[in-house]
């Protein structure tokens, strides 16, 4: 029988382009050390790649593309092949998350998430009031009085700009750096994809036990409740951000824009919190009846499962940097108390597969069993 050709959007042809890409950066860091962006002078130090001298990181690249050349090949082999092609794309992910990527992803999720938060609490705000019947109509009127009384108090047009001063300085003084902590998620990402792909391959349409939707919702709902718990303390010492009782704010950085900036990250914490829970509530599953136009139709799956698991993926990729970073400061100063109030504050060792874990519940919960994949 004849092997098919890997033809344009195979895993084999997206192998060897990740794969050279890879080479090619590998080798430019070899060539030219100095524009190696991570090692020893590296600002970012919640990360793995800041120990990483500018040769070991290089040819670690050089040799993860031969891998990827390998896994290439193998792809385009009948099944047997792709049952070593996977595992390989699986470990080529792993190595690129959790080793040369950091904590750019979440941040910049962080921010993103945070600057939005506005927007959407004030269109929930105005769409409760008008839709939500009694209950939508309190919470509304609620959420509309904790609003004016913020805006009303230390937040004015020069807080605001401030406030988008120092957000945009932060990402600016990082420069390309931020750049190369997404590019490598990226990677990971493709070969994330590459993996799926390959053992997804020749897969029955059959579900083992733990996969089945009643299985998936027991376990599903303790993943999620445990997800939606973790980003509550920063989220708490964040928003006390906004009252005169600030936890964590230094008396020398006391100003309304840095207080207005971490309240808007409690915000997004508390919203991510919020929207982790709905990965078991009906509102996940069917759009509330007051949203307009929307109302009473399911929630596509991947409306929820994909943001849900890009900060997943997020939130795993900075725990190792995190955990190095708390090792190296021993505790962030404060020894076996610091690394406990540092795992609680940023608790990404165990939110992120926590998280992945509640995703796919949901995904596992709401879509049906596939048909048996041949090629």
């Given at each position: ?37 991570f090692g020893?002078?590296d600002?970012?130090?919640m990360?793995?790649t ?11 690249l ?7 050349l390998?896994i ?6 009948p ?9 390989l ?10 080793v ?7 941040s910049?999720?962080?921010?993103a998430i ?14 409760a ?21 913020v ?7 020069g807080v ?12 600016a ?16 990402g493709a070969?994330?994809?590459v ?6 391959a ?11 939707p ?9 993943a999620?409740?445990?997800?939606a ?11 006390t951000w906004?009252?005169?009782?600030a936890?964590?704010l230094?008396?020398?950085?006391d ?35 007051w949203v ?11 409306l929820a ?5 890009l ?6 990729v ?5 955990l ?7 505790g962030f100063?404060?020894?076996?108390r ?18 992945a ?5 949901y ?7 596939e ?5």
């Amino acid at each position: 029988m004849q092997t098919p050709r890997p033809h344009l959007g195979s895993p084999a042809t997206a192998a060897v382009v990740v794969a050279l890409v890879t080479a090619g950066i590998g080798a430019t860091w070899l060539a030219r050390p100095s524009s190696y962006p991570f090692g020893a002078a590296d600002r970012v130090t919640m990360s793995v790649t800041h120990v990483m001298p500018v040769a070991v990181a290089g040819w670690l690249l050089l040799a993860a593309s031969v891998v990827g050349l390998s896994i290439a090949a193998l792809a385009g082999r009948p099944t047997p092949g792709n049952r070593v092609a996977g595992p390989l794309a699986t470990a080529l992910a792993g190595f690129f998350a959790l080793v040369m990527a950091d904590t750019s992803l979440i941040s910049l999720l962080g921010y993103a998430i945070a600057l939005g938060a506005p927007v959407a609490v004030t269109a929930g705000i105005v769409l409760a009031c008008v839709r939500g019947g009694r209950w939508g109509r309190f919470a509304g009127a609620v959420l509309l009085l904790a609003t004016v009384a913020v805006l009303a108090g230390p937040v004015d047009p020069g807080v605001l700009l401030r406030f988008a001063r120092n957000v945009l300085h932060a990402f600016a003084g990082y420069g390309t750096r931020l750049l190369w902590g997404l590019a490598m998620a990226a990677v990971a990402g493709a070969w994330g994809a590459v993996a799926y792909r390959l053992l997804r391959a020749g897969r029955t349409g059959t579900r083992p036990g733990w996969a089945r939707p009643e299985r998936a919702r027991r376990w599903g709902r303790v993943a999620t409740l445990g997800a939606a718990l973790c980003p509550l303390p920063y989220a708490f010492v964040r928003l006390t951000w906004l009252t005169p009782w600030a936890i964590g704010l230094d008396r020398d950085f006391d100003d309304p824009a840095v207080r207005l900036q971490g309240g808007s990250l409690g915000c997004a914490a508390l919203l991510g919190a919020v929207l982790t829970v709905g990965l078991v509530s009906r509102w996940g599953e069917r759009i509330p009846g007051w949203v307009p136009l929307l109302g009473h139709r399911p929630v596509p799956v991947a409306l929820a499962a994909a943001p849900g698991g890009l900060v997943a993926v997020a939130t795993c990729v900075a725990a190792p940097g995190l955990l190095l970073h708390a090792v190296e400061t021993d505790g962030f100063g404060e020894g076996l108390r610091g690394v406990a109030l540092g795992l609680l504050f940023f608790p990404f060792p165990v939110w992120g597969p926590l998280l992945a874990a509640a995703v796919l519940a949901y995904a596992l919960r709401r879509r049906p069993v596939e048909a048996p994949v041949t090629g």
